[in-house]
């Protein structure tokens, strides 16, 4: 008995060195992607204005609308039908990608932060089933690769913030083409920092 419990100690040390340097990163993460009550995530919130900024290049405008209407009733020669353009499109599609991968994350966090919550017992045991039961939940996070899984969350994000940007570069070139040449400058030089602080 006393043997289990020297064993389930130490255990406990390393289990929770573990979770400790895995919370970390999940909470950061949430802070950047989550919506709490009256709080919403920095990177989604941002992402979500935009969207319904560029959505409205993918309908008619209800004003243009109107005013079509009424051309043609006093019989004034007709303007070309609304279409939508590729660039639009491509823009839009970006971005919500970049907004599917930015919830996925969010989700994916959520349940790591709730899967390390729980994977500590918090009781420390003394006897030979909890060695067990300890022994178990170290196979199964190995055999779920926990720790490559929530370390691989932020490259979703990572992967989420470049199509944003790749789609601000777009949205921004349309607009005006010196703005979008410094918007492509400042996305070149952000992967070149990441490239640069990861390596």
């Given at each position: 008995s006393k043997i289990w419990s020297l064993?389930?100690?130490?255990?406990?040390n390393e289990d929770k060195e573990l979770v400790k340097s895995l919370q970390i990163g999940v909470e950061e993460l949430l802070i950047f992607v989550r919506r709490i009550p009256f709080q919403a995530g920095l990177f989604g919130a941002i992402l979500t204005a935009f969207l319904i900024e560029s959505r409205k290049n993918l309908q008619v405008d209800p004003v243009q609308e109107i005013l079509q209407a009424l051309q043609n009733h006093f019989a004034v020669p007709t303007s070309q039908p609304f279409q939508v353009s590729k660039l639009s499109h491509i823009v839009n599609y970006l971005w919500f990608i970049?907004?599917?991968l930015t919830l996925f994350s969010a989700l994916c966090a959520v349940l790591a932060r709730e899967w390390l919550a729980k994977y500590i017992p918090v009781s420390l045991g003394n006897r030979s089933s909890d060695a067990c039961a300890r022994l178990l939940r170290v196979q199964r996070a190995q055999q779920w690769h926990l720790e490559s899984v929530?370390?691989?969350?932020?490259?979703?994000?990572?992967?989420?913030l470049l199509l944003f940007s790749a789609g601000l570069v777009l949205f921004t070139w349309n607009s005006s083409v010196a703005l979008g040449v410094l918007m492509l400058f400042l996305t070149i030089?952000?992967?070149v920092l990441y490239i640069l602080g990861t390596v």
């Open positions: 064993y389930l100690k130490e255990a406990e970049s907004l599917g929530v370390t691989g969350i932020p490259l979703l994000i990572q992967l989420a030089f952000g992967i």
